[in-house]
C-alpha cells in the first residue's frame, strides 16, 4: 500500500503575519490615549476631593452662624415682655458691643410685684437718701406670706417713674407680712441705672419691685468667640456667660429705631429723639464667622471666613407701638 501524502502548507501571507500584534505607533497612542484618560480622572479627583474639603470647612463656619443667629433670635423676641420701655430704660439694649435682653419671666405665672413697706408707721415722703434697712437694704410686702426673689436674682425697682436695676445679694424673711433684700452697690448693671444713686429717694407710695430675667450677649477677643449670660456676677454685676460659639473674628450689635434711624445704643437724655429707648424697633448684630482650622488647598491657604448680619424685630415692642 501506498502512504497517503499531505499537500504541502503554503506560507501565511506577509500581511496576516503583520496584524499579528501591536505596532509601536499603536502601542504609543494606546499609552497617550489611556495616559490622557488617566490624567483627566486624577484631576478630577483632586478637584472634587478639594472641594469636599473646602464644602466642609464652609459649612462648619455656616453651622456657627446659624446657631448665633437662632441663638440671639430667640432671645431678643423675649424682649418687653411684661416690661415696656421708657426713653431712659429700653428692655432691649446695645452698649460697647454687649446685647442685652431684658423680660418679666413666668414661672409659670408672671412674677409677682412686690410694694414697698418701710415699716415704720410714718408717713415722711419721700425717704431718706439710701435704703431703709440700710444703705443697701429696702424691705417690701409679701405676697400670700411669700417671696420669690433670691441671692443672685436681677429684679426691677420702680420709684414712681424711674426705674433701677438691682442685683440682689441677700433676703430676710420679716415675720410672715414682709421680707428685705440687699442689693449690689453699683450704679450701672447691663448698660442701665443701678442701686439708688444720683439721689433717687424712695417714694413710700409708689415704689415696688419685681424680678426679672436678663440675657446677655458679648465679644470676647482672647477666645475669638461670642459669649452668652443668664447670670450676673455677684462682686460686680457683669454678666457670667459660657461661649456660645467660637471662631469670631468679630462681632457688633446696634439698635434700629422708628423711621429705621440706627444708632450703637440707646440715649432718652439727649437732644436727639431718634434713639429714645421706647423707640427701639429691632436689634442688628454682625458677626465675622471663621472656620475652625486652614486648610492649604483651600482658598490658598488662607482662612475661610464670612460675614453675617441678622436683624431681628421683637413682637412685643412691635405690640407696645401699634398700642399706642
Known amino acids: 500500500m501506498m502512504p497517503m501524502r499531505t499537500a504541502p502548507r503554503s506560507p501565511q501571507p506577509p500581511a496576516a503575519r503583520r496584524r499579528s500584534g501591536f505596532t509601536i505607533v499603536e502601542l504609543l497612542i494606546s499609552l497617550t490615549v489611556a495616559l490622557v484618560v488617566l490624567s483627566a480622572a486624577t484631576a478630577f479627583a483632586m478637584?472634587?476631593?478639594?472641594?469636599?474639603?473646602?464644602?466642609?470647612?464652609?459649612?462648619?463656619?455656616?453651622?456657627?452662624?446659624?446657631?448665633?443667629?437662632?441663638?440671639?433670635?430667640?432671645?431678643?423676641?423675649?424682649?418687653?415682655?411684661?416690661?415696656?420701655?421708657?426713653?431712659?430704660?429700653?428692655?432691649?439694649?446695645?452698649?460697647?458691643?454687649?446685647?442685652?435682653?431684658?423680660?418679666?419671666?413666668?414661672?409659670?405665672?408672671?412674677?409677682?410685684?412686690?410694694?414697698?413697706?418701710?415699716?415704720?408707721?410714718?408717713?415722711?415722703?419721700?425717704?431718706?437718701?439710701g435704703g431703709n434697712c440700710g444703705t443697701y437694704c429696702l424691705s417690701f410686702q409679701k405676697q400670700d406670706g411669700t417671696f420669690n426673689l433670691r441671692e443672685g436674682d436681677l429684679a426691677r425697682l420702680q420709684v414712681g417713674g424711674e426705674r433701677r436695676l438691682l442685683l440682689i445679694t441677700g433676703t430676710s424673711s420679716l415675720g410672715s407680712d414682709h421680707f428685705s433684700i440687699e442689693f449690689l452697690p453699683v450704679d450701672q448693671i447691663l448698660g442701665r441705672p443701678s442701686g439708688l444713686g444720683d439721689s433717687l429717694r424712695i417714694d413710700r407710695f409708689g415704689t415696688a419691685i419685681q424680678k426679672l430675667k436678663a440675657v446677655a450677649y458679648w465679644y470676647d477677643p482672647e477666645k475669638r468667640a461670642v459669649m452668652r449670660s443668664e447670670r450676673l456676677s455677684s462682686s460686680t454685676g457683669a454678666p457670667i456667660g459660657e461661649v456660645l460659639a467660637d471662631g469670631v473674628d468679630e462681632w457688633a450689635a446696634s439698635l434700629i429705631f422708628e423711621g429705621g434711624a440706627e444708632h450703637a445704643r440707646?440715649?432718652?437724655?439727649?437732644?436727639?429723639?431718634?434713639?429714645?429707648?421706647?423707640?427701639?424697633?429691632?436689634?442688628?448684630?454682625?458677626?465675622?464667622?471663621?472656620?475652625?482650622?486652614?486648610?492649604?488647598?483651600?482658598?490658598?491657604?488662607?482662612?475661610?471666613?464670612?460675614?453675617?448680619?441678622?436683624r431681628v424685630a421683637p413682637r412685643n415692642l412691635m405690640y407696645e407701638k401699634n398700642r399706642l
Open 266 to 310: 440707646y440715649n432718652g437724655a439727649d437732644t436727639d429723639s431718634t434713639n429714645d429707648g421706647h423707640r427701639i424697633m429691632a436689634v442688628k448684630v454682625r458677626a465675622k464667622v471663621m472656620a475652625a482650622r486652614v486648610d492649604p488647598v483651600v482658598n490658598g491657604g488662607e482662612p475661610v471666613y464670612r460675614w453675617y448680619e441678622w
Open 47 to 129: 478637584t472634587s476631593w478639594e472641594s469636599r474639603r473646602g464644602w466642609t470647612l464652609r459649612e462648619g463656619v455656616d453651622r456657627n452662624a446659624r446657631f448665633i443667629g437662632m441663638a440671639v433670635g430667640r432671645d431678643a423676641a423675649e424682649a418687653g415682655i411684661d416690661l415696656e420701655s421708657t426713653p431712659v430704660f429700653g428692655s432691649i439694649g446695645t452698649f460697647a458691643d454687649t446685647l442685652s435682653v431684658l423680660s418679666v419671666p413666668y414661672e409659670p405665672l408672671v412674677a409677682p410685684t412686690y410694694r414697698f413697706d418701710a415699716m415704720d408707721n410714718d408717713t415722711i415722703n419721700p425717704l431718706p437718701p
